[in-house]
């Protein structure tokens, strides 16, 4: 089971997730979304695929704080779970990604194995997020297997 965990406030980064479970079901893997995510609804075995935007100044979205703090605070046992970040954001904020930068060494440092490093994307660059995540996906395929 993959778990797509999205952390957005204007939905850029739910669409990147809807579209990476598209082609994930496609080629015969489980996912399941989580658009308002909540540790305890969410099996610390398997894989979690975090794609968070940034708002603020660094900060995360709303709806990812809760389950952010309660990682941080009450930190399950991880070591059955590989993950992946997508990490969302505008390359003109200095704070570019900081969110999904800040997941990806929040979960290493809980005990959950990276299956790769944080994949940044740049809406600057890229203006439709989904493809530059649709590329990356078709290259860690192996790895999310
Ligand atoms: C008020 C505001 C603050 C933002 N702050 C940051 C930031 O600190 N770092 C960053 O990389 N991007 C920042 N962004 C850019 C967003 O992350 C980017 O627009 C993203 O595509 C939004 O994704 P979402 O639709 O999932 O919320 C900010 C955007 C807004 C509107």
């Not at 990476?20 to 079901?25: E, I, R, V, Y």
């Not at 809760?66 to 993950?83: C, E, G, W």
Request: net charge negative; charged share 15%.
């Amino acid at each position: 089971m993959i778990h797509i965990i999205t952390g957005s406030t204007l939905g850029g980064a739910e669409y990147v997730g809807d579209h990476l479970s598209d082609l994930l079901n496609a080629e015969g893997l489980e996912t399941t979304i989580h658009n308002q995510p909540e540790l305890n609804e969410i099996a610390n075995q398997g894989i979690w695929l975090i794609i968070t935007s940034t708002h603020g100044a660094g900060e995360y979205p709303d709806n990812i704080q809760p389950f952010i703090a309660a990682l941080q605070n009450t930190p399950p046992k991880m070591s059955d779970v590989r993950y992946a970040v997508i990490a969302i954001g505008d390359s003109s904020y200095d704070t570019f990604c900081a969110a999904g930068q800040h997941a990806h060494h929040l979960l290493q440092d809980i005990g959950a194995t990276p299956i790769t490093e944080c994949l940044t994307i740049d809406v600057l660059e890229h203006t439709v997020p989904e493809d530059a995540a649709e590329s990356w996906l078709k290259s860690h395929l192996p790895l999310l297997r």
